[in-house]
């Protein structure tokens, strides 16, 4: 058993993949198609490098309020404003409908994340989420005012299982005597308090207490944190830094002590089951876009003074944004048309991941200081497995929704049909994996996701179920469809607490606003909701 998960070199990935184009090419094997999709390329680069600068605008608006982005921050801050009785706004989409929460269909039917797929029921402190959930009609309350969540929305049994030593075991926590000691001593802190009467630990992270007790965590890695208290059991390190790759995009080696302690201390329900549907969180973010009557619209519209009396989008993306002391002036391309337009809003939320909002937002360190700095953004390679037919399992074992390798420095597979297979065994289904890919730093694997074959990049995607299910498992695959994030998630790592950039972009307010789950240090959806929320409040409160 290893006692650490093992970091891949370049060289032996290459030489894997290698290994994969000689399989799939075996005789026996049936053609299977694969694309792979490389999110916000190029446009991002392009962004990077200027290439828009000199672009003359062929159309000229006048609006209210403009919402950059369509990923959980900016639907979030979209239903609040929506909720609070204003309609007027406009959505940019950006370069992927839903942002990290986006979804694959397979021939109208099968849904799959390509993103996010889970959403842990929703903490004390996560006041937002669950108003949000409650609007949607996916919460309510019975007559104890306990949360009452739809047995459908919720992960169906078997939820979980550890592929150990050639064989299946339910749950994935270890039990062996260091383990029992950890949990313990979450137990003990997850309730704890501060001198200021908020929990050491919470979610969303700025509801935290902010004494020292336990932010002084923050000065070293969980893995440094771990050693000290003489944590040394192979199976609980594997499963910790399974957890904070799994999270955080990063292993215990690089991820902040705090942060390490905080994915099991605040939520506080860790024995809940999590909500989850076949398209991942998808599922939240179209149902936020109907329940605000969300107009998406094709074409560029005739007039220039647009007045919105329900919400509207475009397919489009802000190259450009400048502050002036009575507008906010914005330079645009829409891709249905591909073209440019300019935008002269009265409001305007940036809702971006941070390492866009630097490249579009002129003089960013007006808002962020002089120092500004971004949190490190970990890339991540999400592979949709269409299948003619499921696989067969190992005798006495039932295929979960999460299926995880011990050892592997991957993450496993979730099961896209999980929660329909009460109803019916379907025909086809997808399997989900994900890999947090952090072979080496995150800039290097970047540059070798740029460089990188298909066949490379699908036997990374296909590790896990080869481990598994043998050399045959591609005989099940009709469709193989890859999804790289380069920067899916930004890194939890030491002295994030107390990052500069990020206190000043979280306590700005002007007409030019930031909402990102980017402004805690790490992506999760409730702190994207969060600050989503807390620009929409400052939107409303403006006197313009």
């Known amino acids: 058993m290893p006692t650490r998960r093992q970091f891949l070199g370049s060289a032996a990935v290459l030489g894997a993949a290698a290994a994969t184009s000689a399989i799939l090419s075996h005789h026996f094997y049936p053609p299977m198609s694969v694309r792979v999709q490389r999110v916000g390329l190029p446009l991002a680069h392009q962004l990077r490098d200027r290439a828009f600068a000199h672009m003359v605008p062929q159309r000229d608006f006048v609006c209210d309020t403009v919402i950059v982005g369509s990923g959980a921050a900016a639907l979030s801050a979209a239903w609040y404003l929506h909720r609070s009785g204003k309609r007027d706004f ?9 942002g990290n929460a986006a979804a694959y269909t397979f021939s109208g ?33 019975n007559a104890q005012g306990r949360a009452v969540y739809d047995d459908m929305d919720l992960v169906h049994a078997p939820d979980e299982r550890l592929f150990y030593q050639g064989k299946w075991q339910y749950g994935l926590m270890p039990h062996d005597a260091d383990s029992q000691r950890f949990a313990q001593f979450i137990a003990q802190i997850k309730h704890s308090h501060g001198t200021d009467g908020k929990k050491h630990f919470a979610i969303p992270i700025a509801e935290s207490s902010q004494d020292d007790t336990w932010r002084k965590c923050d000065t070293q890695t969980f893995a440094q944190w771990l050693a000290q208290e003489n944590y040394t059991s192979p199976d609980l ?13 990063q292993g215990i080696a690089q991820v902040s002590a705090y942060a390490g302690l905080h994915y099991f201390a605040a939520r506080g329900n860790d024995q809940a089951a999590v909500l989850t549907w076949s398209d991942g969180l998808n599922h939240l973010a179209e149902k936020m876009r109907q329940h605000m009557g969300l107009q998406e619209k094709q074409d560029l519209p005739p007039s220039s003074h647009l007045h919105f009396r329900q919400p509207e989008s475009w397919a489009a993306s802000a190259l450009h944004i400048k502050e002036h002391n009575d ?45 500004f700095r971004l949190p490190e953004s970990a890339p991540w390679l999400i592979g949709n497995f269409v299948l003619n037919a499921f696989p067969p399992e190992l005798p006495h074992s039932e295929l979960a929704w999460d299926n995880v390798v011990h050892g592997s420095s991957h993450l496993g597979y979730v099961l896209a049909t999980h929660q329909s297979l009460r109803v019916a065994k379907p025909e086809q289904t997808i399997f989900t994996t994900y890999t947090a890919l952090n072979h080496d730093t995150p800039q290097n694997v970047r540059k070798w996701l740029l460089q990188a074959s ?20 591609p005989r099940h ?38 909402a990102h789950s980017d402004l805690s240090g790490y992506s999760v959806f409730e702190e994207a909701v969060y600050w989503g929320v807390q620009a929409a409040q400052k939107l409303l409160k403006m006197p313009f």
């Open 109 to 141: 039917s099968l849904n799959a994340p390509t993103g996010a797929h889970y959403l842990p029921q929703p903490s004390a402190e996560s006041v937002f989420v669950r108003e949000l959930l409650a609007d949607l009609g996916i919460l309510r309350h």
């Open 454 to 473: 298909d066949a490379t990049l699908l036997h990374h995607a296909m590790h896990d179920l080869l481990t598994v299910y043998g050399k045959h498992f």
């Open 237 to 249: 390190l594997w499963y910790l830094d399974y957890c904070c790759r799994d999270d955080y995009g």
């Open 477 to 514: 695959v009709q469709h193989a469809e890859l999804t790289v994030r380069g920067h899916a998630m930004a890194v939890p790592k030491v002295g994030y607490l107390s990052q500069s950039s990020l206190h000043q972009l979280r306590a700005h307010s002007s007409r030019l606003l930031f």
């Open 327 to 371: 507008f906010v002036d914005m330079t645009v391309y829409h891709h249905t048309s591909q073209t440019t337009a300019r935008i002269r809003a009265q409001n305007v939320i940036v809702a971006t991941p941070l390492f866009v909002a630097q490249h579009i937002v002129e003089n960013m360190k007006n808002y962020a200081g002089d120092g």
């Open 90 to 98: 406009l959505i940019l989409e950006g370069v992927e409908r839903n």
